[in-house]
């Protein structure tokens, strides 16, 4: 049994027309526009949507649409015309010629409401200056062309803007590299102690120049997509100003609001190129006073030109002991030899001076200065009147080593002994470091320079200068 045809039910749309439907009107596309979330609704539809509306949203999934540019969906509108044809629909050609509220042609244009009129409109429009068509396409064109004009304008100073951005990523590089020859060349000198030094201030430098680029590259990052927007703006503009006379004159208060550019102009950027001064400036001063926990100073440093062959010296000329042989050393005229003595490398002629000698356990030891002409090739008399001031141990008995001899008291066995240096006071002095206990105190008429003197003896406890306690003074 056939089923029976369901003739009175009305014919539904095909999934093509349905397809072809505005979401918003209900009707097939007319100059249909896509936004970014992939919906396409009628131009007129979307612009009345968001007219009422004080955040522009997709009417659709209500996605944020501020700032956005609907495309014209070229595609679509062809697609919806062609079916029109097919079903032999009437297809819209553009918007109505003719006045809305009299239905009469519009024959002129009103410059003050910037739409075309009627001849009927005119008392609606009295006291406004009221052109013909033909005199009203050059006046809008020509206040466009100055908003164009305003536009390039604009385009050309975000390019200027661009290449600069450019020109200082290319000054940052080269600011980068003259630092880090500059940071290279200062911790070649300090190596083996300032390489973890090195590293960090590079890294340092390296992360201000990829900030500082990275944030350059951004500013023209949103520079390329204004100009981008700018160009497709004035291009869509231009296109619009093509249409025909009354079409343009129609749509020409939109076109002059969509011919707007609010978003902030580019500017130059404040603390963009790299901080010099922060990592080269003074960056000798920075590194020393960042490393002086690990390094030591010493107040004199022994001469080793002037040791005795049967005495050795530490790598770091800071200190001395016996050698179990003799050492093969030229015989040059600054070197003791038969005495056991060295001189410090550096003599005072003013200004005071101080230096703490470690001397421990040792039984025979002579400390204190002398002047640079000192007999050093032969035995001689340790003595003021030989031109040394000194004091020194020898069979249990701490002495000053004058004409004759005077005999020092101390309280215990001094292991350190500080010597102070009064060039121009004319005294040297000497203490118990440990203590600060004074032990005795020289004065005289010093001749010339004074040059530190040690005299450990053959022992093997060495006679060692101590490190001076660091200290910056800032002015």
């Excluded at 495309?71 to 050609?93: D, F, H, M, S």
């Excluded at 466009?144 to 450019?166: G, V």
């Excluded at 201030?201 to 990275?214: A, G, S, T, V």
């Excluded at 100009?227 to 093509?242: N, W």
């Amino acid at each position: 049994m056939s089923e029976p045809m369901d003739e009175d039910v009305p014919e539904r749309p095909s999934l093509l027309e349905t397809d072809l439907t505005c979401p918003v009107c209900k009707e097939l596309f007319r100059d249909p526009v896509l936004l970014s979330c992939s919906h396409s609704f009628c131009k007129e539809c979307l612009e009345a949507s968001w007219k009422a509306r004080v955040k522009k949203e997709c009417p659709v999934c209500r996605k944020c649409c501020d700032g956005e540019q609907p495309i014209p969906n070229r595609a679509l509108k062809n697609t919806a015309e062609n079916y029109q044809k097919e079903k032999g629909w009437r297809v819209p050609c553009g918007p109505e010629l003719v006045c809305g509220l009299h239905m009469r042609d519009l024959q002129m244009f009103c410059q003050k409401d910037e739409e075309p009129v009627c001849v009927e409109c005119v008392t609606l429009h009295r006291g406004h200056d009221l052109y013909s068509l033909d005199q009203g396409v050059p006046i809008c064109k020509g206040e466009l062309n100055i908003k164009i004009k305003i536009l390039t304008d604009k385009l050309d100073s975000f390019k200027r803007m661009k290449r600069r951005y450019t020109e200082t990523i290319a000054f940052i590089q080269s600011q980068s590299e003259e630092a880090e020859q500059k940071i290279k060349m200062e911790f070649e000198r300090l190596r083996e102690i300032l390489a973890k030094q090195e590293a960090s201030r590079i890294h340092d430098l390296k992360r201000e120049e990829e900030q500082k680029k990275q944030m350059m590259k951004e500013k023209i990052d949103n520079l390329t997509r204004d100009i981008a927007s700018l160009a497709e703006l004035i291009q869509s503009v231009r296109r619009d100003m093509g249409a025909e006379d009354l079409v343009f004159l129609k749509n020409f208060r939109s076109l002059k609001q969509k011919a707007q550019w609010t978003a902030e102009d580019p500017h130059k950027v404040s603390g963009a190129l790299i901080d010099m001064g922060k990592h080269v400036g003074c960056l000798g001063y920075k590194i020393w006073e960042k490393m002086q926990n690990e390094i030591q100073y010493f107040p004199v440093i022994l001469d080793p030109n002037t040791v005795s062959p049967w005495l050795a010296m530490s790598p770091d000329y800071s200190s001395v002991r016996d050698s179990p042989e003799r050492l093969s050393v030229p015989d040059n005229p600054e070197r003791f030899d038969p005495c056991v003595f060295v001189m410090g490398s550096e003599g005072f002629s003013t200004g005071r001076h101080r230096w703490d000698v470690f001397v421990g356990d040792n039984p025979k030891w002579i400390l204190g200065v002398c002047k640079e002409s000192i007999i050093r090739k032969r035995k001689f008399t340790v003595t003021t009147t030989g031109g040394v001031w000194t004091i020194g141990l020898s069979k249990g008995v701490y002495s000053a080593l004058t004409t004759p001899r005077t005999t020092l008291t101390v309280e215990r066995r001094p292991e350190k002994i500080r010597v102070k240096l009064n060039m121009d006071k004319g005294e040297v002095s000497f203490w118990d470091a440990d203590l600060a206990k004074h032990l005795c105190t020289f004065t005289d008429k010093f001749p010339g320079k004074l040059y530190p003197l040690f005299g450990p003896g053959l022992h093997t406890t060495p006679m060692a200068i101590q490190p001076a306690n660091l200290s910056i003074h800032k002015q």
